[in-house]
């Protein structure tokens, strides 16, 4: 404790001897003079205009099996000034397009300046974007995977970094005086200098940035998340997601340096000050995440305390972020490195999954705008001329093979071999949000001309689209990629419960997630579909899944006798509510109630409908009750094919449904009916019974509460995972069997067309 307390001291001290930076950016747009209703009229279609656009563009980049990413930012190109959002039409405020296209070039023609694709409205939406982008990130880092894997991370980490910075930053001294004249000057400059300007320095860093989000979702397909690579990957991004942040900062420091030193060296560089700069901008850094590192319980118990909602919790802490992230940007650093520190600091404590669960639906809104409006910024045809489409061709492999070498070498050195180095340099290649964001802070403050941002950009797509199939790949042999497999590492072990059935554990799970909250544990859904949740409390979490019929704990061994606990307390809270279940329900109760209860008008039509494509039998024979079941299912499927997928699998339903409560009424009347998957929508079948032949005249093991002859019987199939109006088509035939005698008018119906006009006869 007293550690801890001298660091937080140390590290305060440290932050506020830096504090004495500034720096200011301002998006080169110019000002059309519009009246602010107009300009806000402007943003509000703009961003109506860019979230159809980028969710479109998403959802089509995943149906050709490609990352979400890549249709957002093509949807941007598309959209953008430079393309369709350039095109005026009409004589008044659209004449130059939405996003003023027209405007903007004839602009920049006239003075020989380069401006934002973006309003300051709209650019100030999308920093905000990338704030919660880079602050869900830091969320998201396992510190403690971090830890225990550090070494070999670090190397891979420190060595991915190095070698695609320097690639990056010599490819454009070298390159660009050769493609673009505006960059001349370069080849004038000694190399130190050269190397140091803000476009090398901005591609370099461009070039160090990793996403490995494609990267994870591949390894958790291939089952390799937990191979040796797979930890190796992860760990290696979070030390490259640091490492490439605190180059941004340094690279910022240097330039500001630079630019403060002009002249006062005679034409040299200021060593000194870019020393001094540098160093303040990593003090920055360090201070603060330790600061927020060993603060993290502090700032989470206090949330707690004051705040009692998850919801209002998560915006707090979303708050906090912003003032780091401005915070940053004030000390010349960037603020999305304020951002992912407060992110990373909070990724220590049992806030983590709540944060992140509640500021899912902004998440989800403002990305998508952040990535399209990137690709608003990229002038189309500065981005197909020839010496962008060469250059950036040659970047991209220089940024490919940077990282392959930087990572695999490395890597080499630690344990694994040729094809385990290969792995771990290609699940290291994608670029992501953070170069997008890297390119998007060099446009905006100058440092970067509309074709450098084009290249970053195509560096960032060829990089997202060739890892994938290139990992894919390399994980197909199942040859080993360490050169001395060890044994597998002792942590976290599975506890399992068979509960009987799928259903039963889902009731079980609910119960447990509510146990843990009442012991004050935060509980977070990861995945709704898989049924995946974590509960966290300080530094205990652990996860509770389904697998079929059993419910799954991932826990440490420390932790097993609060899960068994867990477990036996809500066990015995569901016998006893399973022994109160099971008492007789009294069926004459229900029956009542449906008789006396008024038939509501409103909907029936459509619910009506839903009996146009039951199949109707007016002499319908059967020897028992699981024989009428057979011949009804058969006769839904002879009707229509497709309505039903497995004949068994309804059979199965319904007689299980039998067996948990009989579905015979009164005034002989039967209602079976199943949900299961297999079922198209919702089908079924109405039948009157030709009595003549059986036993007493009925079915004899289809009994009626009162004992009536069975004389009609309707059969009903719903899908269980999608919506159907099972329940109203339910209701809606009780109340049409009751209401003015309708059990004896159907029965006396002699066919199918009969059958169908008493239906349609209910109002």
Request: aromatic share 8%.
């Amino acid at each position: 404790m007293k550690n801890k307390k001298f660091l937080f001291a140390l590290a305060t001290l440290f932050l506020a001897a830096t504090a004495f930076a500034s720096h200011d950016v301002t998006p080169a747009y110019p000002n059309f003079g519009l009246p602010r209703v107009e300009e806000m009229m402007f943003l509000v279609l703009q961003i109506g205009i860019i979230i159809f656009a980028a969710r479109l563009g998403g959802a089509i980049a995943q149906m050709c099996k490609m990352p979400s990413i890549l249709g957002e930012l093509a949807a941007g190109i598309v959209i953008g000034p430079w393309a369709l959002g350039g095109i005026g039409f009409g004589t008044g405020l659209f004449a130059d397009g939405l996003f003023h296209g027209a405007a903007l070039r004839q602009i920049a023609a006239e003075s020989g300046h380069m401006f934002d694709a973006t309003s300051p409205a709209l650019y100030g939406i999308a920093t905000l974007a990338s704030i919660i982008l880079l602050f869900l990130s830091g969320l998201e880092t396992n510190l403690r995977m971090f830890l225990k894997y550090s070494f070999v991370g670090s190397m891979v980490g420190v060595g991915g970094v190095v070698v695609s910075f320097l690639f990056g930053d010599l490819c454009a001294v070298i390159l660009l005086p050769k493609f673009f004249s505006s960059f001349a000057y370069l080849s004038e400059m000694p190399l130190a200098q050269a190397i140091t300007q803000a476009a090398p320095l901005y591609m370099g860093i461009m070039s160090t940035a990793t996403s490995v989000g494609i990267t994870a979702r591949i390894l958790s397909e291939k089952k390799k998340m937990d191979s040796e690579e797979g930890v190796t990957i992860m760990a290696g991004a979070v030390i490259d997601d640091v490492l490439g942040l605190i180059v941004l900062a340094i690279g910022n420091g240097i330039i500001a340096a630079s630019k403060a030193g002009e002249g006062a060296a005679a034409g040299g560089m200021d060593w000194g000050n870019i020393a001094l700069v540098a160093v303040k901008a990593f003090g920055v850094w360090l201070g603060a995440t330790l600061i927020g590192v060993i603060a993290a319980r502090y700032i989470a118990k206090f949330l707690k305390v004051c705040f009692k909602s998850p919801v209002v919790i998560a915006t707090m802490a979303f708050g906090l972020a912003l003032v780091l992230a401005g915070f940053f940007e004030y000390m010349g650093l960037a603020m999305i490195i304020g951002a992912y520190v407060m992110g990373l600091a909070l990724s220590r404590t049992d806030l983590k999954h709540p944060i992140q669960e509640m500021l899912t639906p902004v998440y989800t809104f403002l990305v998508p705008v952040f990535f399209c409006a990137m690709g608003m910024m990229v002038d189309v045809s500065a981005l197909v001329s020839k010496p962008v489409l060469i250059f950036g061709g040659i970047y991209t492999i220089l940024a490919v093979a940077a990282k392959v070498l930087g990572c695999m070498i490395p890597s080499m050195f630690c344990g694994f071999n040729v094809l385990g180095g290969l792995r771990i340099g290609a699940g290291m290649v994608p670029r992501g949000e953070v170069a997008l964001i890297i390119a998007g802070i060099g446009l905006s403050a100058g440092y970067l001309t509309q074709e450098i941002f084009g290249i970053g950009i195509l560096m960032t797509l060829v990089t997202t689209v060739v890892a994938p199939p290139a990992l894919v790949g390399l994980f197909t042999p199942k040859a080993k990629g360490v050169r001395h497999p060890k044994a597998s590492h002792e942590g976290s072990r599975q506890v399992s419960f068979e509960v009987g059935s799928s259903e039963v554990a889902q009731i079980m799970l609910s119960q447990l997630i509510e146990e843990f909250r009442n012991e004050g544990f935060f509980a977070t859904c990861l995945s709704p579909n898989d049924h995946i949740w974590v509960v966290a409390l300080d530094s205990m979490e652990l996860s509770i899944s389904i697998k079929g019929s059993q419910i799954v704990f991932d826990c440490t061994p420390q932790e097993e006798a609060m899960v068994m606990t867990a477990w036996m307390e809500v066990a015995g809270r569901m016998n006893d509510l399973a022994r109160s279940i099971s008492k007789p329900i009294r069926k004459e109760d229900i029956d009542k109630m449906l008789v006396q209860s008024e038939a509501t008008k409103k909907g029936n039509e459509v619910i009506g409908n839903h009996l146009k494509n039951f199949v109707m039998i007016p002499d319908f024979k059967a020897t028992s009750k699981l024989d009428a079941i057979e011949k009804l299912v058969h006769e839904i499927i002879g009707a229509d094919p497709n309505s039903v997928k497995d004949a068994d699998a309804a059979i199965a339903a319904v007689m299980k449904r039998e067996d948990a409560m009989p579905t015979g009424l009164d005034h002989g009347i039967a209602v079976p009916h199943g949900r299961f998957p297999e079922v198209n929508g919702i089908v079924g079948a109405v039948a009157i019974l030709d009595n003549e032949g059986t036993a007493n005249g009925c079915i004899p093991d289809y009994e009626t509460i009162d004992n009536s002859p069975l004389k009609i019987i309707v059969l009903t199939l719903a899908n269980s995972t999608a919506q159907t109006p099972y329940l109203q088509l339910m209701s809606f035939i009780s109340r049409a069997l009751r209401a003015d005698n309708g059990y004896n008018r159907l029965a006396e119906c002699k066919t199918a067309e009969e059958m169908r006009k008493f239906f349609r006869s209910v109002k």
